[in-house]
């Protein structure tokens, strides 16, 4: 064989990989992703194995279980979770931190309609990740001010770092590791968050932002360059930190049919007592006190209340929540033409 280092490695990883990249190519000229980048050195390290039996997978005790691998053998791993029956495939990944991660492909159920009726808006923001129109205000957690402070210095400290150096590598490490953290704390925010709203309510409601758009650069071109670069920025991580989209990603998947996604036009000026629109009505960040009828409120719950009750005219409108049936109907042109 020419290469020897591909006989050393399982063919099964590399028949994946090749099915996987196919894939990828297939999903962006069908337009629904974007197109496949090189891979980058620790960055979505991994391989997938397919045609799992059922003894590759076994349980050693209470807190720890293990895999085979092809070309490896028995791999330990700590049994977070119990594995699904009749898995058929599992991938093997490797974070920025150096953390190895097996997760086991299987569709889990969505949780159960509590049936109670009752509905939610949610608002997403950057000073509050998530407004209920019940009044509850949830924040995505993030690194402390004492991490914060750490990583400032380590960022400071891989400027002056020579490239390819030990190091550099080391202080890569170490942000690396500070990275995960935050991002495991969202994570398990998203998931309790998500869950908690799918099982208290039978229809959630939230605005369908752009958040693609909304996060774009404003850098520019060398020819016409952006403005408030610096701010643009800024406010592009706190959206990013906020975990908008995985937040609403999560609640489709556990709530499927039972997200609605209104329009966010006005949701923020509106008042949610009397209906009038009126900018200066939003005093500050966090106050709302319209000057119509003097309702006094959090901004970001009145914008909460907004939007259920928009999503509650929009059901109406047309065809009720899922979980009920089909309630009203909008009247339909071609048949109003018919005559």
């Not at 090189?38 to 279980?65: H, T």
């Not at 690194?143 to 490239?163: G, N, S, T, Y």
């Not at 706190?238 to 609640?251: C, T």
Request: proline share 4%.
């Amino acid at each position: 064989m020419e290469s020897e280092w591909l006989r050393a490695g399982s063919i099964v990883v590399q028949q994946q990989a090749l099915k996987d990249f196919a894939q990828a190519m297939a999903n962006f000229f069908g337009g629904t992703h974007r197109r496949p980048t090189w891979r980058k050195r620790g960055q979505g390290e991994g391989f997938r194995i397919v045609a799992v039996k059922a003894g590759d997978v076994r349980r050693l005790s209470g807190n720890v279980g293990a895999v085979k691998v092809p070309k490896v053998g028995w791999v330990r791993f700590r049994w977070s979770r119990a594995v699904p029956d009749g898995v058929k495939s599992y991938r093997i990944t490797r974070d920025r931190a150096g953390r190895w991660h097996v997760a086991f492909a299987a569709i889990p159920d969505p949780i159960p309609v509590p049936g109670t009726g009752e509905a939610v808006g949610v608002d997403r923001g950057v000073a509050v990740s998530a407004a209920l129109s019940t009044g509850e205000m949830l924040n995505a957690p993030g690194l402390r001010d004492p991490e914060k402070v750490r990583l400032l210095r380590l960022l400071r400290k891989l400027a002056r770092a020579k490239r390819g150096s030990n190091r550099r590598g080391k202080v890569k490490r170490a942000i690396a590791k500070l990275k995960a953290r935050e991002t495991d704390r969202r994570k398990d925010w998203v998931e309790k968050t998500s869950t908690d709203l799918a099982r208290r309510f039978d229809v959630i409601a939230v605005e369908d932002l752009k958040i693609r758009n909304m996060t774009t650069s404003a850098k520019g071109t060398i020819e016409a360059r952006g403005r408030n670069v610096r701010q643009k920025a800024g406010r592009n991580r706190l959206i990013m930190a906020a975990a908008w989209g995985q937040l609403v990603q999560r609640l489709e998947h556990k709530a499927p049919e039972r997200v609605a996604k209104v329009n966010p036009a006005f949701t923020s000026q509106r008042c949610s007592a009397c209906g009038i629109v009126d900018a200066k009505s939003r005093e500050s960040q966090a106050d709302f006190r319209c000057r119509s009828c003097g309702y006094a409120c959090n901004a970001d719950v009145n914008a909460a209340r907004n939007i259920k009750l928009a999503a509650g005219h929009a059901v109406s409108a047309r065809e009720g929540p899922r979980v009920a049936g089909p309630v009203h109907r909008e009247p339909q042109r071609d048949l109003l033409l018919v005559g």
